[in-house]
Nanobody
Framework: QVQLIESGGGLVQPGGSLRLSCAAS????????MGWFRQAPGKEREVVAL???????YYADSVKGRFTISRDNAKNTVYLQMNNLKPEDTAVYYC?????????????????WGQGTQVTVSS
């Protein structure tokens, strides 16, 4: 079993930055594919960014050039650096882990999920 705990969310003005962290416990995640997803009120959960065990990355078109996903396997932690935030980035952000190490867009590929952290972008 893998437990995931997200942190770093909050309220930020448009154009601001936040760094989300996802701390894993229970197992080392070096061989896992990791992802950040988000869900806004009334909308389906959607992929934001993915990072494979081989450190390849994938970004949703809406965040390309603004968000950066990274992982520190020594700390068993995955990060999401979010810059130039926009009101449409407002959502609950979830960290997810897949036992197979690739990048998967579908939420069904992820067996482990954190509880989520709220990100609100508003002036």
């Amino acid at each position: 079993q893998v437990q995931l705990i997200e942190s770093g969310g909050g309220l930020v003005q448009p154009g601001g930055s936040l760094r989300l962290s996802c701390a894993a416990s229970g197992r080392t995640i070096g061989g896992y594919g990791m992802g950040w997803f988000r869900q806004a009120p009334g909308k389906e959960r959607e992929v934001v960014a993915l990072i494979s065990s081989a450190i390849t990355t994938y970004y949703a078109d809406s965040v390309k050039g603004r968000f950066t996903i990274s992982r520190d396997n020594a700390k068993n932690t995955v990060y999401l650096q979010m810059n130039n935030l926009k009101p449409e980035d407002t959502a609950v952000y979830y960290c997810a882990a897949s036992q197979t190490g690739g990048n998967y867009i579908s939420t069904r590929s992820y067996a482990y999920w954190g509880q989520g952290t709220q990100v609100t972008v508003s002036s």
